[in-house]
């Protein structure tokens, strides 16, 4: 079992940065994938951004590529996500989920994650 709990969120301007973290339960952090998604109100969660067992691996959706940046420290149990030059678009509800399977099976696909955190509210202002 592994629990999750995001922080970080919050309210910023059109252009700024935040960064989300997410704490996890448990002693077996490190051998699970981890990844962020996010859901706009009235839209589908999707994906955002997920990390290797050891970190040596991203992947990213195109949409935050070049902006956001995700990485974990396993001593911690803790991944983060790195948010700059936010944009309006990028206001939803943000997630953190654990894939205890292979990187390249897991990355973006939302079933193949076990556990999921509760979520913290990003909000962008234009």
């Known amino acids: 079992q592994v629990q999750l709990v995001e922080s970080g969120g919050g309210l910023v301007q059109a252009g700024g940065s935040l960064r989300l973290s997410c704490a996890a339960s448990g002693r077996t952090f490190s051998r699970y994938i981890m990844g962020w998604f996010r859901q706009a109100p009235g839209k589908e969660r999707e994906f955002v951004a997920a990390?290797?067992?050891?970190?040596?691996?991203?992947y990213y959706a195109d949409s935050v590529k070049g902006r956001f940046t995700i990485s974990r420290d396993n001593a911690k149990n803790t991944v983060y996500l790195q948010m700059n030059s936010l944009k309006p678009e990028d206001t939803a509800v943000y997630y953190c989920a654990a894939a205890g399977t292979a990187f390249g099976t897991a990355r973006a696909q939302q079933s193949a994650y076990d556990y999921w955190g509760q979520g913290t509210q990003v909000t962008v202002s234009s």
């Open positions: 990390i290797s067992w050891g970190g040596g691996n991203t």
